[in-house]
């Protein structure tokens, strides 16, 4: 993309969020800043649960960036935060990569000091459910709000 800005667009919902970026740090700094916005004012009593949201969403939209699309700014990555009737919260995230052998990723060991390679268990501490599309580009994220 020599030459041109990053492209962060946005459509809003009543009930969803969706953004498309390139890939780009700076790009995930500005999605969670508004989707962070976009919760607290369609969201009530969910100041207890933002960490782990945005825990995830920036996780979530990190590995897109930088694994799926090579932290390459003209790849792009689509996100959609949806409210599903103010008790859950629904998340996909898109990347443009070849995706990854997510079943074998989940099934893998990790060490606690290890850097890298600890998405998958952050995510299903927070979020009561998840997958992945089978070639591993879409990650697709569900958080009851009641628990």
């Known amino acids: 993309m020599t030459g041109k800005q ?6 809003q919902t009543a009930d969803s969020i969706c953004f498309t970026f390139s890939s780009t740090m700076k790009n995930i700094d500005d999605v969670c800043e508004r989707t962070n916005q976009y919760i607290r004012s369609n969201l009530n009593d969910i100041d207890d649960l933002l960490f782990s949201i945005n825990l995830v969403i920036r996780e979530g939209l990190t590995n897109a960036v930088r694994h799926g699309n090579g932290d390459d700014p003209a790849k792009m990555v689509r996100f959609l935060f949806t409210i599903v009737s103010k008790r859950a919260i629904q998340l ?56």
Do not use: A
């Not at 990053?6 to 459509?11: A, H, Q």
């Not at 099934?107 to 501490?125: F, K, P, V």
């Open 92 to 147: 996909m995230i898109q990347d443009e990569g070849d995706g990854f052998d997510w079943r074998k990723q989940q099934t893998l060991g990790q060490l606690e000091n290890n850097d890298h390679g600890r998405g998958i268990r952050i995510i299903g501490t927070y979020f009561n459910r998840y997958s992945y599309n089978d070639k591993g580009n879409i990650l697709y994220l569900e958080k009851d709000l009641s628990s």
């Open 6 to 11: 990053p492209v962060l667009m946005i459509r």
